[in-house]
T-cell receptor, first 110, second 115 residues
């Protein structure tokens, strides 16, 4: 049973546009929500993360929005660039384990 | 070397072979993980070691055998694999614990092909 559900599976955005990826979870014991970025042939790399007591976190062009009551969180990529083309995974942490979403492949067209 | 390294990066093996994957972390972390990544599937956690002790085995077939001799090294021994075991095998490490102490850092992976 997948504990974190991620959508969409893929998206295409024009350069300069906004990419939005959504995740939902059920287990209210999760205490940390990281996002990972993975390029072909590479391992996932931490992109940005948020704690459940924070509603929004921004780092450069990447923003996480967190809705604790709805048990949902999302990643917004502003001013998308071709270099952002990658697969993005949301995750939720409890103890020392992560549950990952299925991933979203983002393609940014120049 | 920094971060998490994995060797080999690519491996092709027959179903009767025995091979091992190696992972080394240079971050001073206490927890290490093996994941399997197949196309169109979420990352699958296989094994977790915390302070060298195996704390998780997610119903992984016995043809995969992990070994953690110390907090910096993790091996995955492979024998009599099946073609469906072909995937990217990722190693990760974390400081271990709650919240952001569980930020996991991944190696580049080993691309395994079973013929």
């Amino acid at each position: 049973q997948q504990q974190v559900k991620q959508s969409p599976q893929s998206l295409i955005v024009q350069k300069g546009g906004i990419s939005i990826i959504n995740c939902a979870y059920e287990n209210t014991a999760f205490d940390y929500f990281p996002w990972y970025q993975q390029f072909p042939g590479k391992g996932p790399a931490l992109l940005i993360a948020i704690r459940p007591d924070v509603s929004e976190k921004k780092e450069g062009r990447f923003t996480i929005s967190f809705n604790k009551s709805a048990k949902q969180f999302s990643l917004h990529i502003m001013d998308s660039q071709p270099g952002d083309s990658a697969t993005y995974f949301c995750a939720a942490s409890i103890d020392y384990k992560l549950s990952f979403g299925a991933g979203t492949t983002v393609t940014v067209r120049a | 070397e920094t971060g998490v390294t994995q060797t080999p990066r690519h491996l092709v093996m027959g179903m009767t072979n025995k091979k091992s994957l190696k992972c080394e972390q240079h971050l001073g972390h206490n927890a290490m993980y093996w994941y399997k990544q197949s196309a169109k599937k979420p990352l699958e956690l296989m094994f977790v070691y915390n302070f060298k002790e195996q704390t998780e085995n997610n119903s992984v077939p016995s043809r995969f055998s992990p070994e953690c001799p110390n907090s910096s090294h993790l091996f995955l021994h492979l024998h009599t694999l099946q073609p469906e075991d072909s995937a990217l095998y990722l190693c990760a490490s974390s400081q271990g614990g709650a919240g952001d102490l569980n930020t996991q850092y991944f190696g580049p992976g080993t691309r395994l092909t079973v013929l």
